[in-house]
């Protein structure tokens, strides 16, 4: 069975910009979760997707916003970045909610110049 | 919301002894705690996880062990090897599906020839 997989995986943006991810769940997986790593924050819960809903939403500003598609894949959206935004982006995805099993993907790279 | 503390953020050890990486958490309903092994540059990667329902598993040179009474749960490396060096994150979360995982800091494992 394929992992998850995620695209691109490296980003390089400019402030102000806006920039969209995609992530594909293990084949049969309804939930997509979002991280958002840096060094010093750790593995930092964005949102959660299951069945094109959204079920659970981090502490993060209204910049950030994602979908989930009618066959499980997922994007989330940046807007108007920020220095700030650089982190490896990490989506992640299970058969059922709360994080049960959770499988992640390799990443995408953003930087904010 | 839940809150994880993951102890020590950093941990060498001589090849063969064993690692032993602690959390706490805050909710008591909490009732899922997988671990998390990332090498550097790769993806998460899950080694392990427990359920309430049960005290100590084990996998091979690896256990966790959870107390629930004192909101805490271990990981444990018996006979480490350089291999097993990475950073290791724990996490934790609830049984409504309306709890996304909350993660560690991380600690960062150096296991040393």
């Known amino acids: 069975k394929a992992g998850v997989t995620q695209t691109p995986r490296y980003l390089i943006k400019t402030r102000g910009q806006q920039v969209t991810l995609s992530c594909s769940p293990i084949?049969?997986?309804?939930?997509v979760s979002w991280y958002q790593q840096t060094p010093g924050q750790g593995l930092q819960f964005l949102f959660e997707?299951?069945?094109?809903?959204?079920?659970n939403k981090g502490n993060f500003p209204g910049r950030f916003s994602g979908r989930q598609f009618s066959n499980s894949r997922s994007e989330m959206n940046v807007s108007t970045l920020e220095l700030g935004d650089s982190a490896l982006y990490l989506c992640?995805?299970?058969?059922?909610?709360?994080?049960?099993?959770?499988?992640f993907g390799p990443g995408t790279r953003l930087t904010v110049t | 919301g839940e809150n994880v503390e993951q102890h020590p953020s950093t941990l060498s050890v001589q090849e063969g002894d064993s690692a032993v990486i602690k959390c706490t958490y805050s909710d008591s309903a909490s009732n899922y705690f997988p671990w998390y092994k990332q090498e550097l540059g790769k993806r998460p990667q899950l080694i392990i996880d427990?359920?309430?329902?049960?005290g100590e598993k084990k996998d091979q040179r690896i256990a966790v062990t959870l107390n629930k009474t004192a909101k805490h749960f271990s990981l444990h490396i018996t006979e480490t090897q350089p291999e097993d060096s990475a950073v290791y994150f724990c996490?934790?979360?609830?049984?409504?599906?309306?709890?996304?995982?909350?993660f560690g800091k991380g600690t960062r494992l150096s296991v040393i020839a």
């Open positions: 997707y299951f069945s094109e809903t959204q079920r």
């Open positions: 992640a995805s299970s058969l059922g909610l709360a994080g049960y099993e959770q499988y």
């Open positions: 996490a934790a979360s609830g049984n409504s599906g309306n709890t996304p995982l909350v």
């Open positions: 427990i359920r309430s329902n049960v």
């Open positions: 084949s049969g997986h309804r939930s």
